[in-house]
């Protein structure tokens, strides 16, 4: 099966991984950004929209767009209809890893590495074929200085800074700009890239200060 192009859900997944399957920054950031990929793709296929001004996942056309991936996607999005997109992509966003990586494989875009006995290991997704997301950064890196982004560029470069991984998913050297630049410019994209990509940057950030409290929580404990 040749290699598909990709969507602002599969460019994500090869952005967040490094050549060996490990992934570029925290684990459970990646379900998150996933989700909300997936989001902003049935939203431009006409399929999920966000109402009460962000807060709420609409679906507003439940039948299939013939992709497997995005129609698994639309499945999950269906039972969360009217619910809040903060809940959604972090219910969504706990096994979607698996389903993406699995599609890639399936067209020759990744392998896949079973993981360790009792999950100790996890599942990794080494690239077998790196020119998909070569060709995906180089566009990537054009927007970041400067060039106008495609919908697709706009969602990626701001779920990655909704994730506030900018400065872990592309070096210095590559795109010419200071880390502060970098994160200024994917803020900037962030700040206009729809609903989709503020629902993962509410996410994160409750899961953030869920972090923090659990933390002060076991401080407070100790003393």
Partial sequence: MSAPHPTVTTGLFLLLLQEDGRPEALGQYTGYGLAGAMLADLAAAGRVDVADEGHLIQVTDPTPTGDPLLDEGLTRFLGHDGKRVSIALTTIGRTLEHAVGDYLAER?????????????????????????????????????????????????????????????????????????????????????????????????????????????????SNG
Wanted: aromatic share 4%.
């Fill in 108 to 220: 020759g875009v990744v392998e896949v590495e079973e993981g360790g006995w009792l999950g100790l290991k996890p599942r990794r997704y080494p690239e077998a074929d790196g020119s998909m997301e070569a060709e995906l950064r180089e566009g990537l890196i054009e927007v970041l200085r400067g060039a106008e982004p495609t919908l697709q560029q706009h969602a990626m470069l701001g779920l990655i800074s909704a994730l506030e991984i900018p400065t872990a998913v592309f070096d210095k050297q590559d795109t010419g700009l200071t880390n502060r630049e970098l994160k200024a410019r994917a803020f900037e994209l962030r700040e206009s890239a729809g609903p989709a990509v503020a629902g993962v940057s509410r996410a994160v950030r409750a899961m953030h200060a869920a972090v923090m409290t659990g933390a002060l929580s076991a401080n407070v």
